[in-house]
């Protein structure tokens, strides 16, 4: 039995979950990963995953063992990592996930200057605000909005960034500007955004003599970020965005800010990865660069 191979498989089968998922992540057949990990488990004399027909889950020696050899494995990964960098630059694939308006309006925009500092690494861009499994859809690292609520990853927090409440000037010129929450929730028309996952409407957030005040409804909506901002420069209403995607329509005068002085809340953005999924040098260099160009949003 090679050792290693048996305990990285192992792995594999806990994260994605699946025999059949983690034979495709290390190229081989299904029977080889079985074989594995049954000359895994008579190694160690026990046994360290119950398998039915639909699930596979850890026995309580097989969470042990798998908290204990990830650690093992992690420094021998970082170990072997530094090696082979030592005399070669930054390649290969890189796998990203991001919101899609976050992708055409913030990213996109700069993206030229990290391919050129690193040409030798191939971007593959996941766009759409679909939450995806980093462990079983291959994906390195994702750009997200909000609290982390999945405390088994890890999240770098980039910066801040403050909602804006803007419309169109073609929409202000027709309707007026919003004079304040209720003005708006009774004689406007709102452009909402709701979770292409769950279906929950994201509610517009104000700040009003100290306290938390929300709007709920909305008259149009998209479960596509950059779909609705497309709804508001298009002046279908009144909305909510980021100000690092508002910025450039802020700026053409496509957009125009209103309410302003309620308009306080800000939200986290962060780079999340797994915390078992190796930091190579591709994941290494696009963290620093990305954390470098969105400095300037904070």
Not at 31 to 50: A, I, N
Not at 69 to 93: F, H, N, P, Q, Y
Not at 254 to 282: D, F, G, M
Request: charged letters at 25%; proline letters at 4%.
């Amino acid at each position: 039995m090679d050792h290693l191979l048996a305990i990285r498989t192992f792995q594999r089968i806990v994260e994605t979950r699946s025999f059949t998922r983690a034979a495709a992540h290390l190229d081989m057949p299904r029977s080889t990963v079985s074989k594995l990990l049954r000359e895994l488990e008579t190694h160690l004399g026990v046994k360290l995953l119950q398998r039915t027909t639909r699930t596979v889950t850890l026995t309580p020696e097989g969470a042990e063992y798998y908290r204990k050899v990830c650690d093992i494995v992690a420094v021998l990964d970082d170990t072997e990592e530094s090696m082979r960098e030592m005399g070669s630059a930054a390649r290969g694939r890189l796998r990203i996930d991001l919101h899609s308006s976050m992708a055409c309006f913030v990213l996109l925009p700069v993206l030229g200057t990290f391919r050129q500092r690193y040409p030798h690494i191939q971007l593959a861009l996941g766009v759409g605000d679909r939450p995806v499994n980093l462990i079983e859809e291959g994906v390195d690292c994702v750009i997200r909005a909000g609290e982390l609520a999945d405390s088994s990853l890890i999240a770098k927090t980039l910066y801040r960034d403050k909602l804006i409440t803007c419309a169109s000037p073609s929409y202000i010129a027709q309707f007026g500007m919003p004079l304040n929450q209720d003005d708006l929730e009774k004689n406007h028309r709102i452009v909402g955004y709701f979770s292409a996952s769950t279906g929950e409407v994201w509610p517009l957030r104000f700040r009003k003599k100290g306290k938390d005040a929300q709007v709920v409804r909305f008259d149009i909506a998209a479960n596509d970020s950059a779909a609705q901002v497309g709804m508001l420069v298009n002046g279908l209403g009144v909305g909510q965005t980021f100000a690092s995607v508002a910025a450039r329509f802020l700026e053409s005068g496509e957009l125009v800010p209103v309410l302003e002085s309620i308009t306080k809340a800000t939200i986290p953005i962060s780079i999340i990865y797994p915390p078992n999924k190796q930091l190579n040098a591709r994941v290494r260099v696009f963290i620093g660069w990305i954390t470098e160009r969105f400095s300037q949003y904070k």
